[in-house]
């Protein structure tokens, strides 16, 4: 009877797919002391032991997973690339570059010196840096009709790059978390103290842009006064000497109650709802009168709402600068770049295709909103008429090739559509109407696409996981080791010593140029702050697009 269900299953090649997705996201909920196995390794182990038992599943699955993860990834990347590279890009390029080539190095060195067959390269440096796009390049290069060394074939070139790879990955991903988190500790480097130099030295530069300018990061709330001081009558909440970083949202006058204009004149008996932080309401008692309830209008209460930053005017100004507070009567709760958080310092730049979530009136939402882009809730279906020209367009940009002593050279279907990719989004942060791709929308479709083709990956690899460890395991494990920790070093000292940057941003640099959120989360963690998310941005930009062509470069040398 087992044998008659497992061979059931083995026949049914896209039951056996969503049964390890299924499975391997199971697997990866489990924790290992802080650190998440996660969905991605738990599908590697779960494929490869399926792989092992000669399961099968849909070759197409694995290709139109890389589709989708590629171009997602492009998409991301796109709204901030050339802005990364106009405004502060340098030293995240050079960081990001630098653990590429320190990294494909070390990978083609050992392949050689160890006289490794074709294929264990790439797979052991998109392994050792737990990298997906490294991984898709290659294959997607071998794809191209690569020309091959003698003896071997396509098939078992792919086994020997997913063999490797998914040997040297458990490293790549949980060794790398724990070596970048004990870097601080080695270098007696205080990263909470260095983010707070970060912060106070970002104070003490966006100070002088407005006297007015601060960080906003208390909620406010609605209080309702009753107007009973004199000098209020026929005056303007906005006058100099009456400011108080709030606004109101409605007044009732005679029982009727209204929205005001953006700067409203006052008679006595009205009841002002106003919107604003604690010490406004405490200034709030000496000029209208005493604090009051009623029901109508604390009802009426403050909203938040997600807004896209779109319009080019505002494009690399500051918090400080912009100073929602004051005047657009706005406060700003958080901002999102590339599906990461990052702090609301004054200096932080804001960029088209940032997400900025802000609390205030209907009214003075709305109007931000018109102001600086358009409110995120209004754009929730994807554009898929772009989608599937996009993907098609990157899939023609990827087949022109040349050949060069034997082998044909050309951008290949990852690396055309990673360029479509980054195209649509740029032209989406620029067009709303073109392009769209809601931050969830393409949350699930790259994981998705991920996990499709990390389970060919898997169950290919599975067939010959077992030989390949017997042969050249332990090798493959030490050597990747050295692959994952070396490229760290180099960048980090780089980072600190020539370009002399903050430690808090260099380390999260670091992790973003291995594109390891997960190394992030324990920086983050160590520095009792979210700034070095700021410089996992920045290198992320870059570390997509540059990992993507180590992959491809590895699989053709």
């Known amino acids: 009877m087992e044998s008659e269900i497992l061979n059931f299953i083995q026949s049914h090649p896209v039951i056996n797919l969503f049964l390890i997705i299924g499975a391997g996201v199971v697997v990866g909920k489990i924790k290992i002391g802080n650190i998440d196995i996660g969905s991605v390794t738990g599908v590697l182990l779960v494929g490869l032991i399926a792989g092992h038992f000669k399961f099968t599943v849909p070759t197409a699955a694995l290709n139109i997973g890389f589709i989708l993860f590629i171009y997602c990834v492009g998409v991301q990347a796109g709204p901030r690339f050339w802005g990364t590279i106009k405004q502060d890009g340098g030293r995240y390029l050079i960081l990001a570059l630098v653990t590429a080539v320190s990294a494909l190095a070390l990978a083609l060195a050992f392949a050689r010196a160890f006289d490794f067959e074709q294929g264990y390269a790439p797979g052991l440096l998109a392994g050792a840096l737990s990298s ?9 290069t071998l794809a191209q009709g690569l020309k091959l060394s003698e003896g071997l074939t396509t098939p078992e070139v792919l086994a020997n790059i997913s063999a490797s790879y998914a040997i040297t990955y458990v490293f790549g991903m949980a060794g790398l978390i724990i070596f970048i988190a004990s870097i601080p500790k080695i270098f007696r480097i205080d990263l909470h103290q260095e983010s707070q130099k970060l912060s106070e030295a970002a104070w003490i530069r966006t100070s002088r842009v407005s006297e007015e300018a601060i960080e906003v990061v208390e909620t406010p709330t609605v209080r309702v006064y009753r107007v009973e001081n004199e000098e209020m009558v026929n005056r303007e909440l906005d006058d ?17 109650v209204f929205a005001p204009d953006y700067a409203p004149k006052f008679q006595l008996g009205d009841l002002v709802a106003l919107v604003g932080a604690q010490a ?7 000029i209208f009168g005493p604090e009051i309830f009623d029901e109508e209008l604390l009802q009426r209460s403050i909203e938040t709402k997600s807004i896209i930053l779109s319009k080019k005017t505002f494009e690399g100004k500051t918090i400080a600068e912009m100073n929602f507070t004051v005047e657009d009567n706005c406060m700003l709760l958080r901002l999102t770049r590339a599906g990461m958080d990052l702090p609301c310092r004054p200096d932080l730049k804001i960029r088209r295709g940032d997400v900025l979530l802000f609390s205030g009136t209907k009214y003075h939402l709305q109007i931000l909103a018109e102001r600086i882009g358009f409110a995120e809730s209004r754009w929730q279906q994807t554009d898929l008429v772009t989608f599937a020209f996009g993907i098609a367009l990157g899939l023609l940009i990827g087949l022109p090739s040349f050949d060069l002593g034997g082998t044909r050279i050309g951008l290949g279907s990852a690396g055309g559509v990673l360029v479509s990719g980054i195209a649509f989004g740029m032209l989406n942060s620029h067009n709303l109407l073109v392009g769209r791709l809601p931050t969830a929308a393409r949350s699930i479709l790259m994981e998705l696409g991920m996990l499709l083709f990390i389970v060919g990956v898997a169950v290919n690899a599975g067939t010959t996981i077992v030989e390949t460890f017997l042969i050249a395991g332990v090798k493959l494990v030490l050597l990747g080791a050295v692959v994952t920790v070396v490229p760290v070093l180099v960048c980090f000292f780089i980072g600190r010593y020539l370009l002399k940057m903050n430690a808090a941003l260099l380390m999260g640099a670091v992790t973003g140029s291995l594109t390891s959120s997960g190394a992030l989360h324990q920086i983050n963690k160590s520095a009792q702050s979210t700034l070095p998310t700021l410089g996992y941005v920045g290198a992320y930009a870059f570390a997509n697009v540059l990992m993507t062509i180590a992959g491809s470069v590895a699989m053709r040398i």
């Open 132 to 140: 997906t796009p490294t991984l898709v390049a290659a294959k997607d």
């Open 240 to 256: 100099r000497e009456y400011s108080l970083h709030a606004n109101v949202s409605r007044i009732k006058r005679d029982g009727e």
């Open 280 to 286: 406004a309401h405490d200034h709030a008692l000496e």
